[in-house]
């Protein structure tokens, strides 16, 4: 294997402009705080495992059945892989070919529905995902979709509401999951609605993967037929993903995945998920995945101190949704000025959202990627009180530019994992 810097040079010189683009992203990388809840910085073992000579290979097929020779040491990479994803999270069968979040859906949905069949999940602007049915996607066009929304008062799930809308609607399948929920899931629950129905429960964990694997979350596994996730989020590998299932789905789940919708697996991603999953074993990330929560309260407490309104009053996981209806400011506007003053938001909208989604009324942060760089508590207040001055004076360029030289004094002091300067 190339070395880092031997690596770094060979693309230098064989193409410079991708090299200077590679060099100013980790640049803004180090030197920003990354507030997406759906971003996160992956170890250098990580990179170095997506970066490998496994992108030669081609391997459609399974471990024991493919339809290329070759594969002496990718059918050992995979089933090692699948076994550290079974054990991870106490399911019986794993699947982790799938290219990423919205594909491992609709492989799920293809492999246990027929087209127009029902899907009922929440809605993308109360804090769903579009492949859980929301209008303009693959998810409401081929399937029929139904959509669960928040309480308009305390924007929580009520569960009696699903439940009757389930009973209603007789869903094939249930979707929990979330990009935008401040909450936790009662996966019980939503096990036990979608029985009492006859459906199926998909669990979509892709933003709280980690935070289940870490104890901070309810595990879904008891509850669900299918579980997907993306790999990326606050499990912190690459860009990938995994169904997770019991063994009576196994086989529908492998068709699906190949040959009905994907050709050869990623096998440098597969790799890279296989030593993220080998890191989330690991008593550091169950202490991280503890932090993660930890400075969620702490930057919803500070900012709910300093007048904000966050969706729901505040957050039980990695994530907070702030309205900034009061603030008199859109969230695209913002958004915009944080990220001059060196803070990555992104504009959302908020449940019952009067704005439209290109210019929402809210803004999405998280806490996944400033508690890899090893940030608490008191960081977390510091970066609140930023966003307090930067989001009262959203033009002042004076504010932004003075905010953005203490964003990167902070920065400083907390090299970001994986990249070249740590
Ligand atoms: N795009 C992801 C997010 O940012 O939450 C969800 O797929």
């Not at 036990?192 to 289940?212: N, S």
């Not at 879904?220 to 590998?237: C, E, F, N, Q, S």
Request: charged share 25%.
């Amino acid at each position: 294997m190339l070395d880092v810097k031997e690596a770094k040079l060979a693309l230098r010189d064989t193409d410079p402009e991708i090299f200077a683009l590679i060099e100013e992203e980790e640049r803004y990388q180090q030197d920003s705080i990354r507030l997406i809840p759906s971003e996160n910085y992956v170890s250098r073992a990580v990179l170095e495992a997506s970066g490998s000579v496994l992108t030669n290979k081609y391997s459609e097929g399974y471990p024991g059945k493919r339809y290329y020779e070759g594969q002496l040491y990718i059918d050992q990479l995979e089933t090692l892989v699948q076994d550290r994803a079974k054990a991870l999270f106490g399911v019986e069968h794993a699947n982790v070919q799938p290219y990423s979040g919205s594909p491992a859906n609709l492989a799920t949905y293809y492999a246990l529905l027929e087209p127009g069949d029902k899907i009922m999940g929440m809605s993308l602007p109360h804090g769903g995902h579009l492949t859980h049915g929301w209008n303009v996607n693959f998810s409401a066009r081929f399937y029929t979709a139904v959509q669960y929304v928040v309480d308009e008062e305390t924007h929580l799930i009520d569960y009696d509401n699903v439940r009757d809308l389930a009973k209603s609607e007789r869903p094939r399948i249930i979707v929990a999951g979330a990009t935008a929920y401040p909450r936790q899931f009662d996966f019980a629950t939503l096990g036990e609605i979608a029985r009492e129905v006859d459906a199926y429960f998909l669990a979509d964990i892709a933003h709280i993967a980690g935070l289940i694997v870490a104890g901070v979350h309810p595990d879904p596994a008891p509850h669900a037929d299918v579980i997907t996730t993306t790999t990326h989020k606050t499990l912190r590998g690459p860009r990938g993903a995994m169904i997770l299932c019991k063994e009576e789905h196994a086989k529908a789940i492998d068709r699906a995945v190949f040959p009905a919708l994907q050709g050869g697996p990623h096998n440098h991603t597969t790799a890279a998920i296989g030593v993220a999953l080998k890191e989330a074993a690991t008593d550091e990330f169950r202490a991280y995945g503890e932090q993660i929560v930890r400075n969620a309260k702490a930057l919803a407490a500070e900012l709910l101190e300093r007048g904000f309104t966050l969706v729901s009053g505040g957050t039980d996981n990695h994530l907070v949704l702030i309205d900034l209806t009061d603030k008199g400011v859109t969230g695209k506007k913002a958004a915009r000025a944080l990220d001059r003053a060196g803070i990555v938001t992104n504009y959302n909208t908020i449940p019952y959202d009067p704005r439209k989604p290109f210019s929402p009324s809210g803004v999405r942060i998280g806490t996944p990627s400033v508690t890899s760089r090893g940030m608490g508590e008191d960081e977390m207040r510091r970066i609140a009180a930023w966003m307090d001055e930067v989001v009262a004076s959203p033009e002042d360029e004076d504010v932004s530019k003075r905010v953005a030289a203490q964003v990167k004094d902070l920065c400083d002091g907390f090299p970001a994992p994986g990249l070249p300067a740590s």
